[in-house]
């Protein structure tokens, strides 16, 4: 009985050889190809395996971030829902907890904005300096990071650097308006009226004829008007 176990275990083997044969045969592969994996044939199932375990962790590893996203942002969404003097602790929560995720980074710009809502100007400035230092120059955030920070100066009387991260700001579409009035603003702030009316002049010689500046430019002319009748 041993012996025709042996034999019938045997047979087997080789039937199922036959079939893998078969199979390589089955699909016209050369017979070059045949041999290379009849050789290789160990090293191609572990190299098959490693490829398939691969696949299977990106897709969990895909949804378990989505989940984490959904989670950040509807964490994010109460935090905003939350009266002032909670809001600190669920945007900080948010940060904490949600770190690498996008609602992350806007709860970290959320926080910077109640600094300012709340008078801590020098702590605003702090904080979007941060946010600052972690964004590209062409993520879409960081022109409107950079207004909050010309702000922040701005209102903390730290006209220098106010005017450096708004002449930095007029160098993005969209935010020039924004920029050149506010280099104006400090110089009229200061006293300095012919700075102000150059600032804003500027700004007319950039847009040029632009119809999309037209609101602008009427404003613009009319400050600068005000400011030559204080000459």
């Known amino acids: 009985m041993a012996s025709e176990n042996a034999f019938n275990k045997r047979l087997t083997a080789e039937t199922t050889m036959d079939k893998v044969e078969g199979l390589l045969e089955h699909f016209n592969l050369p017979p070059k190809v045949i041999a290379f994996i009849r050789a290789n044939q160990r090293i191609i199932q572990i190299s098959l395996a490693i490829v398939i375990a691969a696949v299977v962790f990106g897709a969990l590893y895909s949804s378990y971030r989505e989940r984490i996203r959904e989670e950040a ?9 939350q009266s002032d003097e909670g809001r600190a602790e669920a945007l900080n929560k948010v940060v904490e907890e949600y770190a690498s995720t996008s609602s992350a980074l806007w709860a970290k710009i959320e926080l910077a904005h109640l600094d300012m809502k709340n008078g801590s100007f020098s702590a605003a400035g702090d904080k979007y300096g941060k946010v600052l230092a972690d964004l590209k120059k062409t993520n879409p955030l960081y022109p409107l990071v950079l207004f909050g920070m010309a702000q922040s100066f701005e209102a903390d009387k730290k006209y220098t650097e ?19 009035s506010g280099m104006a603003r400090i110089e009229e702030m200061q006293g300095n009226i012919d700075k102000a009316i150059a600032i804003h002049n500027n700004f007319l010689l950039t847009i040029g004829d632009d119809p999309s500046f037209a609101q602008a430019q ?5 400050k600068i008007a005000r400011l030559k009748a204080r000459q």
Not at 73 to 81: E, H
């Open 73 to 81: 942002s509807s964490t994010l969404a109460k935090a905003m829902q």
């Open 218 to 222: 009427e404003e613009i002319s009319a």
């Open 162 to 180: 106010a005017t450096t991260q708004y002449d930095l700001l007029k160098a993005y579409k969209g935010f020039e308006h924004i920029a050149y």
